[in-house]
Every structure is written in structure tokens, then in C-alpha cells.
């Protein structure tokens, strides 16, 4: 794969980068991914202040390579109250049949990036900075560029794509319906308004100046030469990074991943308050997989705690996330994250011309 | 590019399927592209047997390259009259804004593949018959077959693509959820299940054994490259041939496909009573996009008729289906039908590896 603007612009060895996983993942992926060449990503989203600065001394002693931090820059939720319970309510019937109450209160447990977070990231100064759902203060983003970070952020629709470019982003991450996980929305989050990796890249690569790293629906190394084709400067991966070793989920989700009775993903919000793309699960099937009821971005998340502990532990994924991109059936695979890096360029390279260059 | 299965077996000089549109084209769209080498597709859904029979006389005067007739094989609707009497009564309004009175009944304007289209088929043995929402009789199939014709059809999704290769299909159309017009579906027509085709292609070419078509998105010489690299033997292109002055549309909708603040498509069930993605008008933001009271196809498209007749010659698109994929900001050309495939041609030979081989 020759280089590319996304290349050049973080220092990379391959137009690779590893999608951030909240839940999903530590320091293990992004230092793998990071070593072979690619752009190795932690999710931050769920970390303390402390855990971060730690995770960074780790990755930094592990590799000299660029990584980057990715954070959450969603509004933290004005919880309502009345549609809190009404949920609860709704999810009694499931609790019960685990023997437990629903919880009587609603935790926030998906950090947006705040004042504390912006002045670590400007002291740890990690090469890369991602956000998703939107951008934080645009003066922050300055702040961090000057400090000598890039920053990137997350688009869906051509509208996202100028929004962020006009914000001053380095470089774009189009994320195609296909993509597992969290939708990166944030001017506008109706499933019916999202499009297609295939024809969102070529938009936002014509219509933007800056690059494109193309995500959703890439899993293997013909989905990198053919996203490189459409113009992406680089891809993000994700859900085949999933079945790497070095990926931290559970035995269930594991297992769901390597079943292709399970690969049939769905838009949900009931997992979390947003909407992500994941396999379906009994709380997706039972409670929406769409549902106008579910509290706000991450309160979902915590009405389903206790269950989906509890479930866990006697074996069943009724209330866990399994996210997941549509192309989760493409190319299984059991490499570890550096030969499965290496197997994505090599075939990548195979495919496209100018091979090796 | 490269010989493929899809150019072997249907005798084609270049791997290109044109996308039947049906009330978008006639035989002159049709012509142009088989005769520029790609596979010219005639939609038989809107014609009468005597206009089929005559249509592929003018084909077959004009060019001896191979082409198709694309069918509906749909059910016929069971007309529900309350759900109809009740759609109407919300249509009254966008009448009365027209001096118009809905119409009393509505009439069923697309015809199914039947005994008489197929004896009519079977008689005039076209190199090509295609079907959208899935197949007719699969006696009916192998008789097509044996008559030399070469049978595709269309699959949304990994059940429908063995569905159609169960039944005998020479090859499967992938149609995206980019795709415009109507979805092919016929297992599952939930929009929410609806596969991109960055994650499509690759799942129904690595689970099945017949050639794959990639649709959905592909509107210039990189999507023509990229579906290659994803393991596509042809792509079928409807959008950007709607440019060419062989369609047949009007002038509101070549306007409205001339106009960058116009491109946002949608799925819509409203203007014709199954799913099919176009640029939204006053009747999809009105009334739908999705609906659940819509008459079944093809009735909602009768009820809108005479509306639409009335606001086009009032110049307004309020009523008219506007279709097209979500890939129409891509590309823009004014090119005709022959210049048009010979520049896909041209581009996706110098993109793709062993270029003019």
C-alpha cells in the first residue's frame, strides 16, 4: 500500500487504523496494532483520568510508534426522571426472571471529554486524538493541535463531514452504515438518514479537502484496497480486530462472534441511549431493537447493569452489548492483531496497483 | 478490466449491467449500452406484452450485443378496502391543494411475471431475464433457462442470495442498501435489516457459488473498481444512467438529480407501497417516509397518480417518485449512455491491476 495523506500526516508505516472499543479492549490491541505499523487506538470513553495517564505509560514503554486516544463528546445527559422509571418498569419482567429488582437509580458511566480530560490529553500530548459523536470545544481542538496533536473525529453524512472539517479536524473518519458499534452522529442520528460506506466515502473524499479514513464494513484486505479505490486515504477497523487475543471481551461475545447464526446485526439504542450496531440479543429482540422509551445516552447503559452481570455470569448475553458491523461474517479469522495488521497489507497490496510502492 | 464469470457468461465486452428502471427509460437507454459493450436492460414491469414483444424488435434491429428484460415478481395485491379508503382520506388535503378529488379505486399498474409474460418470454428468448423481488415459478426458471436465457435475480441479504441460488439463478444481483429504486427484498423488507454493499458483496461472494453483481452506490469508474476488488463479477449502475439523456425522465427529475440540495434520499414506502429509496419529496416528508398504511404494492402508486399528473404540470415534484441511491452526489456527468460506460471503463481499467488485460 503506497503511502497516503493519513500516512504522512500521523507517521504511520500502513494506512491502517485500529478502531477504539470501549468495553472492548486495553492497552494490549493498541500496542499490537501500533507496533505493526497501523494507528493503534484506546478508548477512553470509560477510563478515569488516572487509568489513561497509566495506559499511556504503558503503551509509550511498550512503543516508540504513534497511538492514539479516543474520547466521547456526546452532552452528559439531563436525566428525565419519569422516562428513567418507565424504562425500569419495562425491563422489571427480565430482571425478575434472573431474581433481581431493576435499580432504583441511574449512573452515568461514559465520561464526555471535560475540562480535566482536555488538560491531561494537553499534558500527555498522545500523537493522535479522536472524538466521537461530534467535537468538544473547537478552542480545546486548537489547544490540541498547537500541543502537537492531530485530531480526528467521526462523520456520517456529508453535513458532519463539513461541520468537522470547518472545526478544524486533521483528517475525517467516514463511518458507513455498515460499522459496528456506536453510530458517530451527531447532527443527525435517524438510522433511516445513514449511508453506506460505499457511497459516503467517494462523497466526503470529492466534497472534503481534508483526508478520509473510510470505516464500516472493512474486514479484510479486500475491503482495505477497495475503500483505497473509492479514495480513502486510510481505513478503521474494528470488528475484525474483535477476534483478535488481544481484544478483552468475554467468552459469550467471543462465541457470538465466531456463530454465523448470530452475525445478523441491528441499529439499536436500547443497549445504551445511542444508537450502535450490534448482533441481537434477547433485550434488542424484546425491547426494541429501536425504542423511543430508552433513556439517554449512557443512562441505557446502566438500567441494564445488574442484569447483564448477572446474565454473564449464568452464561447467556441477553442484556450485553455484542457490537458488531455487518461485516462480521467476512473473513473469520484467529490471528493475533500484528499478523492480522500484516494479512490486511499484504493482501491489500496484492490487489491493488502499484503494489509495494 | 478484466474478463469475469459475469462477462463469460452472458457475452459481454465489459462487465457493466445497466439498472432496468422502469417509467426512467425505453429501449434507447436499453441500446446504448449494450451496443457500448455493457448489458443494456429493458424493465418489462409497466409494459404490455404487445409493447414487449415490440420493444425487443427495436432492440434487436439495433444491436446484435446481448440484453435483458428485468420483471416483477411480486405477488399480486389483495387489495384491502378500508386500508385503501383510509389512505386516500389522508392524500385529501395535498388533493384539495391541487383542486383535485382522490381517485375511488385504485388500479394495479404493475404487472407480475405471469403465464402470459412468460410464454411471451419464452417465445422471444432474450440472452438475459431478470427479477426483482425474487422469482417466479422456479419451473417457470428452468424452462427460461433451457430456452437459453440467462436468469438473475436480486438478494438484500445472505438468506435471499441462497434463496435464488437454491432456485437456480445463473447470478445474484447484491443490491446495497445504497441502492435507489425499489429494494429488491423479498425475504425481509425491513429497511432496519438491509445490508451496505461494502459488507454485501463480500458475504454473498464468499457464501455462494454462483457470480455476484454489486449494486448499490456505484455511481463512477471508482465504485466500478472498488466492487471489483470486493469480489464482484459485474456492478449494475441505475443512478448515474438516469443522467444521460437516453432516460426518459422528466425535467423536474433531471432537475432534481442536477441539484446538490436534493440528494438527500430516503427509503420511502409511500409512493408506490413497497420500499424503494429516491429524493425526498412532499408526499414521502408528509406522509412517510415509511408508512404502515400504505396500500400494498403497487396500489399507493395509483393513488398518487392523478396528483402527480396535476402537480408536474403545475412544476412541482410533490407526488413524483424521484429515485435514486445515496452514491447521486457522486460523479455528476452529462455524458451520454455510451460515452458514459466507455468512462467507467476507461477509469476502472486504469485504477484496477492488469489494466487492459
Partial sequence: MPPTAITRLLGLQHAIVQAPMAGAQDTALTIAVSRAGGLGMLPCGMLSAAQIRAAVTVIREATDAPFGL????????VPDTSVNAAWLEKLRPLYAEYGLEPPTALVDARRPFDRELFELVLALQPPVVSFHFGLPDPTWVRALQTAGCKVL?????????????????????AQGLEAGGHRGCFLDCDPQTQIGTFALVPLLVDKLHVPVIAAGGIADGRGVAAAFLLGASAVQIGTAYLRCPESTIGPLYRQALANPTRHHTRLTNVLTGRTARGMLNRTMRELGPLSDSAPTFPLAASALAPLRAMAEVKGSDDASPL?????VSVAPHTMDAAAFTHHLVTVADRLLPGAGS
Same sequence: chains 1, 2.
Wanted: no cysteine; hydrophobic share 50%; proline share 6%.
Fill in 70 to 77: 479516543n474520547f466521547f463528546a456526546h452532552q452528559p445527559p
Fill in 323 to 327: 457490537w458488531a458491523g455487518q461485516a
Fill in 153 to 173: 473525529s467521526t462523520a456520517t453524512t456529508l453535513a458532519e463531514g463539513q461541520f468537522l472539517q470547518a472545526a478544524g479536524v486533521d483528517a475525517v473518519i
